[in-house]
């Protein structure tokens, strides 16, 4: 059984930073794209950063390039996002997204495996 679990988000004032993990089991880690996306309250998932199966490509979303940096260990099954320089507008639920087939698509649907999400809420 595949699970995909979310830790590290939280309350933090603007200008803070926090560091999100994603812990993967029951699949071959190494194997898989991963993905970090987010929804705000009332709007749609969108994607924020990516990483290919080795860690040798990572994608950005225009508001959070330079500002977040996405990482994974493929020892420890493990993704993160370390998050500087937080904005009100960056508060959402977070989430961890696998996919097998494809490199950081934008559709939910081409990703294999989500996690629950974790709430990151930055104040001003």
């Known amino acids: 059984q595949v699970q995909v679990v979310e830790s590290g988000g939280g309350l933090v004032q603007a200008g803070g930073s926090l560091r999100l993990s994603c812990t993967v089991s029951g699949l071959t880690f190494a194997n898989y794209h991963m993905g970090w996306f987010r929804q705000p309250p009332g709007q749609e998932r969108e994607r924020v950063s990516c990483?290919?199966?080795?860690?040798?490509?990572?994608y950005y979303g225009d508001s959070v390039k330079g500002r977040f940096t996405i990482s994974r260990d493929n020892t420890k099954n493990t993704l993160y996002l370390q998050m500087n320089s937080l904005k009100p507008e960056d508060t959402a639920m977070y989430y961890c997204a696998a996919s097998w087939r494809t490199y950081c698509n934008r559709e939910i649907s081409d990703y294999d495996y989500w996690g629950q999400g974790t709430q990151v809420t930055v104040s001003s």
């Open positions: 990483i290919n199966w080795n860690g040798a490509w990572a």
